[in-house]
Each structure stands twice: as C-alpha cells, then as structure tokens.
C-alpha cells in the first residue's frame, strides 16, 4: 500500500498537468495528470464550487474522508485546494476506471463469477473498514468501485457517505435523502426511522447484481418508478432459473444483502465470512481476465461518452415525453396519498407503460405463481395486498409494478410515511413540497441543494425543460409551507389546489384578466406563492406581509417589506430571497408567457416585451434601493467568508493529518 503522507503533494494547479478526461460524475470531471515535482500520474476531480450550490458542507465531508481513510481498498485523496472557482482533488489515478465503465466497454452482461467474488470481496473489506470507523458509504455502486492496473480494487467517491458516529446535526442528517435510486436501500427512501450502516448491504446486493448483469435491477426505468418498485415489490435476487451460470452459494449472499427488514441482513464483517468469497481470487487473475487488453482508459471514456451522446439525441424525444410524465404523473400520484379513489385511478392509467418486463421481473413471476392459484386467488398463507416492508409478500404487479390499478391503490394506502418525503433529495422534489421547516433544517444541516424545486411541480415540463438545472438553485431560508405533515390538513390543501393545477401564470392570466400582480386565487387572500400543491402565506414567510414575493417585486408594487421597526437583519433573509427568487422567476415568466401565448395561437413577442417592462421595474423607494445594494454587498462578502472558511477547514483537516502520522511514527 502507498503510504502517502510520505510523499509531499503540491496545492497548486500549476504543479500539475491535466491530461484527458477519464470519467465524469454528477458533480464533477475526472482527470488524468501529471504531478509534476513528483513526476507521477494521478487522477485529477475538479468540482466547479459556483454549481454545487449550497452543497460545499457535502464536499468538504468528501474531501475530509478521503483524506482521512487509510485503507487499501478505499480510494484516498492525496490532496485537495482550491483554483478558481474549483476545486481540485488529487487522488490516485485508476488506470482501469470504474466496474461500471468496464461492464458498458466490454461485458455488456456483466462479469462471470469468480471475477465478481473477487471485486465484491475487496469492496466488502472497505465497507467493513468503514463501518467500523462509524462511516456509512451510501453510495456503493459499480460506478463507484476503481481497478488500477494491478488490479487492486478500490471504492471511491464519498459524495454522500455520512458518519453514523457524529452528533448532533450530522446524525440527524441521517433522516435527509441521498442517493441513487436503483441501489437505494428502501428503509433510505421510507426515511422512517432513519437508517444504518445496512444501507449500505443492501446497495452491495444490489451492485452484486449489477456486476453480475451489466446493470443494475429497475435500472431501464425513470427513478420515480425505480422508487415505487423498491418499495412495492418483492426484493430483486438472482433467478435459480434464468441465472443458471451462478453459483447457489451467489445467489444465497445475493438474497441475504436484499432483505427489506434491515434488521435481517448480515454486518459487512459476517456478510465477508460468507462462503462465496472464497471463491474470490488474486488481483492478479483480475488484470488477466479483465484488464488485459482493454484500451486505455481515457479512450474508453470518449468512445463511451460519445456514444452516449448519440443514444440520448436520438431518445431525447422519445425519452424525455415518456419520464417527464411518468415522473410528474408519479409525484402527483404520490403526493395525493390520501387520494381521491377516481383521480388516483386515472393518475395510475398515466403512469402505466408498455415497457417490456426487465430481467429482474420473470423472477418476480415466479414468485408470484408461488403465492397465486392459477386462478390468482392469493395461496394459503400468501397476502393480496402489496406491501411494502415485508421480504415474504410480494406484489401483485404484472410488468411495471404498477399494471393492476387495484394493487396500486393498495400500495399506495400501505405507504407508511409521507411518500413524497422519500422523492425530494433526488429529483428535485421542493422540501416545501413534502415537508415542514424542520427538515427542510436537517437538508441545510446536510448540505443538499436545500430548494431543489423549480415551484413549478404543475407546469407543463415541455415548457421548463431547458430550465431545469437553472430552476433548481437556491431557494434561501425562512420561507414556510402550509403543510405540517398532518394529513387531514394535507389533503384539504390538496383539493383545494388540484383545481388549480396547471401553468401559474396561465391561471393567474385567467384568473384575474391579464393582471400579473395578482397572484392569490381569492380563495385565500393571504397566499402569495404556489409551489406545486402548496402555497407560501405572507404570515410564514416573514412578519412582512404579502409583498415578500418575487411577485411583489414582478408586479411592481409596493414590496411593503420595510417595517420602521424592523432591523435589517431581519429582512435579509426575505430580501436574499426575493432577489433570487427574482431571476429565476424572470426566466419562468418568460418562458410560460411563451408557452401560452402558442397555445392559444397569440404573438408571444407583445407579450414578452410587455412581461420585460414589468420585470425590469425598479425598486420603488431610495429606501429600497439602498437595502438592496446593502443585500448585494453583504452577500458577496458571505460569499467570501464561506470560500475563506471552506479554505482554513481544509487546511485544518491536513494538519491535523500530518500531526497523526507524525504523532504514529513518533510512537512507532
Ligand atoms: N481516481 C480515479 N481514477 C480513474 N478514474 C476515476 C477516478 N476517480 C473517478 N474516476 C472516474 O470518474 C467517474 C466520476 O467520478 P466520481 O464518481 O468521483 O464523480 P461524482 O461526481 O462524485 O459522481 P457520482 O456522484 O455520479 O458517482 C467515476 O465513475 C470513474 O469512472
């Protein structure tokens, strides 16, 4: 193992030369380079700080692990620091990339045994490293786990791992909503009673999965689906039948990991005593079956990459239509969980698709026959209805989990918590949308993108597509929803805003006759915002009044923020919100004016210069504009501080892990 503290690696950008781009995440891109003092090749990931958005908490706690770990099977950061607007994380390069870019370049269906036993083994041993040391990966999957060319496997990417050992808040962030669906634990999606290291079983299964398919279970469809299925059905395992190549002793460690009850599945530590790893072999026998004659990685990447660009112009229609509907569809289904029986049904019908069964639902069948007669009357001993924490009850689905409307009402009674809970870290759900302040806390606390929603959950998407990363930046603090979670209250408002779904400013055109500056429906005078369903009241957002909006501010009137009493610390929060809120707004309106002038056939130029004029009103008073040149400075001053303080934490964490290794070889 490379010890490297012993080696001293520069923290600057000018030390090093960026070669080809290997890999690329969600938040980051992954170069090879050259340190060049050191005259070694490492792996370069940039992250771009200005579109992490609030999420610098999360990537200080990456970086911090991965300088921290000392594991030969966790990928370590040699270094990180800052250039420009990046930031920059040296870590070792992995000439073989990720499992996952290997499968897609040359084992479309995923690797034969021994090769698996032998990666799921060293991946074992560093979540057992983990474990141990309180941290929880959350991410495990065969995008995430790097062969070098020696073969030596390593798991990388602590984006999202949590420590389970922390207090206080960051325990508490346990409860916020990390992940990627088709390896997510379904106890991670309830968001129930929190969740453990077991999490993390659960997403080796699935990976064992991956790695032994090409791809992971439910991964052909949209994550909202993903989700669903995790929940409603039986857990996904290798098939006795159609997986005949593998091993009883695969399939039983398979079916250990992929138990619903977390309490089931085994520790990493008893799940590595498991008979199948002793069919794991050296790293030797990975870069003979494996690695040899693959083409170098960077290759790898752009041969991938572009062909990945070309499937997705060709789908991108096709695509698009089908998951945007099918995730909004899915999200209204969801949230209206004290549903009205009729709508429900026709939201089923919607999200219904004529997708093929995925490998993972012949075994689904199977089981079923198991517990339905052939007149599908349930057997003895066997429910009729879905649920969704039991390992031993399966679902009634038939190809998609959703295709019987009688099942789906069932599921969707048994959900046992807020479902829409359960969506909102990943497909930019608004926490207003699902929860009270609170939580919406803990997310701050964690550093996810704490707003998420474009507050347009109704609109058409075909009108926001273009906008959605833009839409999904921060909301600021201190607004509320009316919504408490109770569900009585949830599902007054429900109804009360169901009638109003559909473009914001299509209905406020209607509704009040071309009149932008009214945005309350009448029927609660007190509303100044709809996010989706819900609705931002004067009253919560701030003690000022309805005019703490950016609609106040769109239409031009009176923000009537300035309360003599108030302090202007006070009304930061509301005027940082109403800033950004402004813009993305802006963008909105444009947009929608766009969308339903060509709906209804009209000249959508007017109509833009008309929305430009409004949109560029000045604040109204000398007042107003001194306190927004004072917001403008104070936020580019906080700005500062938070890339000052991000910087002296980092050279903290690096100190004190020089001081450690010094302090051990000292006591050595
Ligand atoms: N040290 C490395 N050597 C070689 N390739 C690497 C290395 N680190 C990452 N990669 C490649 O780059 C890809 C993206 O990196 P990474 O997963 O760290 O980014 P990310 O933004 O955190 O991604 P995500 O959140 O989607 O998992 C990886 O899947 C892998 O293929």
């Known amino acids: 193992m490379e010890h490297v503290s012993e080696?001293?690696?520069?923290?600057?950008?000018?030390?090093?030369?960026?070669?080809?781009?290997?890999?690329?995440?969600?938040?980051?891109?992954?170069?090879?380079?050259?340190?060049?003092?050191?005259?070694?090749?490492v792996a370069i990931k940039v992250l771009d700080l200005e579109k992490c958005n609030n999420d610098l908490d999360g990537i200080r706690r990456e970086v911090q692990t991965m300088t921290l770990i000392d594991h030969p099977n966790l990928l370590r950061a040699y270094c990180s620091f800052t250039a420009g607007h990046n930031l920059w994380v040296v870590m070792p390069y992995m000439a073989g990339g990720s499992c996952l870019h290997i499968m897609k370049s040359d084992y479309p269906e995923g690797f034969e045994e021994p090769v698996i036993a032998t990666l799921l083994r060293e991946v074992l041993k560093a979540l057992v490293y983990l474990h141990a040391h309180g941290h929880i990966h959350r991410d495990v999957k065969a995008g995430n786990i790097l062969i070098d060319s020696d073969g030596m496997v390593k798991?990388?990417?602590?984006?999202?791992?949590?420590?389970?050992?922390?207090?206080?808040?960051?325990?508490r962030s346990r409860n916020t909503f990390v992940g990627t669906p088709c390896w997510m634990a379904p106890e991670v999606m309830q968001q129930l009673h929190g969740y453990d290291f077991k999490a993390d079983i659960w997403s080796f299964g699935i990976t064992a999965l991956e790695l032994a398919h090409g791809h992971?279970?439910?991964?052909?469809?949209?994550?909202?689906?993903?989700?669903?299925?995790?929940?409603?059905?039986?857990?996904p395992g290798l098939d006795y039948e159609r997986d005949k190549r593998f091993s009883k002793s695969f399939k039983e460690m398979v079916g250990t990991c992929l138990v619903k009850d977390p309490k089931k599945r085994p520790t990493s530590e008893k799940l590595l005593k498991h008979p199948f790893f002793k069919h794991a072999r050296s790293y030797e026998y990975l870069t003979k079956t494996i690695l040899d004659g693959l083409a170098p990685l960077g290759d790898r990447f752009r041969v991938l990459k572009a062909k990945e660009a070309d499937l997705l112009v060709q789908n991108k229609a096709l695509y698009e239509d089908k998951e945007q509907l099918s995730q909004k569809e899915y999200i209204r289904g969801i949230s209206a969980w004290n549903f009205n029986l009729e709508d429900l049904k026709s939201q089923a019908a919607l999200i219904q698709d004529d997708d093929t069964p995925n490998a993972e639902e012949p075994d689904m069948d199977k089981k079923l026959k198991n517990k339905y007669n052939d007149n599908g009357v349930p057997a003895e001993g066997s429910l009729a209805v879905t649920t969704n924490d039991s390992d031993a009850k399966p679902t009634l689905d038939k190809e998609d989990g959703f295709s019987d409307i009688q099942d789906l009402e069932s599921s969707l009674a048994s959900f046992p918590i807020k479902p829409l809970e359960a969506l909102k870290g990943c497909f930019d759900i608004g926490e207003d949308d699902v929860n009270n302040g609170s939580q919406r806390d803990l997310d701050q606390d964690y550093g996810r993108n704490e707003n998420g929603s474009s507050g347009?959950?109704?609109?058409?998407?075909?009108?926001?597509?273009?906008?959605?990363?833009?839409?999904?930046?921060?909301?600021?603090?201190?607004?509320?929803?009316?919504?408490?979670?109770?569900?009585?209250?949830?599902?007054a408002k429900y109804n009360s805003d169901r009638n109003h779904s559909g473009p914001l400013l299509y209905r406020q055109k209607r509704d009040s006759n071309n009149n932008l500056a009214s945005v309350d429906d009448g029927s609660e005078g007190a509303v100044i915002q709809r996010k989706g369903r819900f609705k931002v009241t004067s009253a919560d957002l701030s003690p000022k009044g309805p005019s703490n909006s950016a609609f106040g501010l769109v239409s031009g009137g009176s923000i009537g923020l300035l309360n003599q009493t108030s302090t202007v610390a006070s009304i930061l929060p509301s005027l940082q919100f109403i800033l950004q809120q402004n813009s993305m707004q802006r963008e909105e309106i444009i947009k929608l004016i766009k969308y339903v002038e060509q709906s209804c056939g009209k000249n959508t130029e007017s109509a833009e210069a008309g929305i430009l004029d409004l949109l560029q009103v000045p604040p109204a008073t000398n007042r107003e504009r001194e306190l927004h040149a004072q917001v403008i400075q104070l936020q580019q001053s906080i700005g500062s501080l938070v890339e000052e303080v991000q910087r002296q934490k980092m050279k903290n964490a690096q100190l004190e892990k020089q001081l450690n290794s010094m302090a051990n070889r000292v006591e050595e």
């Not at 080696?7 to 090879?32: C, H, I, M, Q, W």
């Not at 798991?155 to 325990?171: L, N, T």
């Not at 992971?216 to 857990?235: G, I, R």
């Not at 600021?476 to 209250?489: C, E, F, H, L, M």
């Open 155 to 171: 798991v990388a990417d602590f984006g999202v791992s949590a420590c389970m050992f922390d207090a206080g808040d960051r325990q």
């Open 456 to 491: 347009l959950s109704s609109v058409p998407q075909s009108a926001l597509t273009e906008h959605k990363k833009y839409l999904s930046g921060s909301l600021v603090p201190d607004k509320k929803v009316v919504t408490d979670g109770d569900r009585d209250y949830l599902q």
């Open 7 to 41: 080696k001293r690696f520069p923290l600057n950008a000018k030390d090093y030369k960026l070669y080809e781009e290997v890999g690329e995440g969600v938040s980051a891109t992954v170069y090879r380079a050259l340190c060049v003092p050191l005259n070694k090749i």
């Open 216 to 235: 992971a279970p439910f991964s052909k469809y949209p994550p909202m689906k993903v989700l669903l299925m995790t929940l409603q059905n039986a857990p």
